[in-house]
């Protein structure tokens, strides 16, 4: 009997738990919308909005220098955001805003998405625009009075955007063959376009 009721029970709780979770039920405009501001490396999803050096440094010194370090050194096993310019080459790649990044816009979408770690999406637009700002002026490349905004992000030049391959290298035209391989290349005979077999 009582076999019986945990059955039912356990049941009913299956059933019923999809329901709870709202499985089947289409997102809603402001769902959707929460989730649908990413930023993309030429700035298209930039928010309105905008933030100076000196306030991302207020904001910085609260927020991000614990584990950063006070100019974005790095504190004890956290990452630095400065420095590693001239390491990408060698065996101990260092890889920072300043050495690694390609764009700055990309650099604002992580900041507002990821930071302060375990704390994403609690920045406002203008606070994320300023931690932005500081961290470019912090690498030395942007100057002290630089505003970040929709604008202004695009056209910063990264120091490593060269430093990245624009299309995937060409891949080989023919797989590599894995066992009983031909020791002399093999020779066309006829082609399947010609007999009007490919579409
Ligand atoms: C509790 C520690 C902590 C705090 C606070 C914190 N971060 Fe981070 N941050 C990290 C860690 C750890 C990573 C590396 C995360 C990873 O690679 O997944 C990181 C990565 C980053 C990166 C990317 C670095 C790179 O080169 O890939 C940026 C930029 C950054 N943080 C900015 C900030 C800003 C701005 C703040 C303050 C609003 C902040 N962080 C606060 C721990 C922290």
């Not at 624009?166 to 035209?173: D, H, I, K, S, V």
Request: net charge positive.
């Amino acid at each position: 009997m009582w076999k019986w009721i945990e059955t039912a029970a356990l049941a009913a709780v299956l059933f019923a738990t999809p329901a709870l979770a709202g499985i089947g039920t289409p997102a809603t405009e402001a769902e959707i919308a929460a989730l649908d501001r990413d930023v993309r490396a030429d700035g298209a999803g930039l928010p309105p909005g905008k933030g100076a050096v000196e306030q991302g440094a207020a904001i910085y010194a609260e927020k991000c220098a614990a584990c950063h370090g006070e100019f974005g050194e790095g504190a004890g096993r956290m990452p630095a955001l400065i420095g590693g310019e001239d390491s990408l080459r060698g065996d101990r790649p260092r890889r920072t805003v300043g050495s690694f990044w390609p764009y700055a816009p990309t650099l604002f979408d992580y900041i507002r998405r990821a930071m302060p770690l375990g704390h994403g999406n609690t920045l406002s637009d203008d606070e994320t625009y300023a931690l932005t700002a500081h961290i470019l002026e912090l690498n030395g490349i942007v100057t002290g009075d630089f505003i970040a905004d929709m604008h202004t992000l695009p056209r910063v030049r990264m120091p490593n955007q060269a430093g990245f391959r624009r299309r995937p290298p060409p891949r080989r035209a023919v797989p590599r063959c894995m066992r009983q391989c031909r020791k002399t290349p093999a020779r066309i005979i006829r082609r399947a376009t010609r007999r009007g077999d490919e579409p």
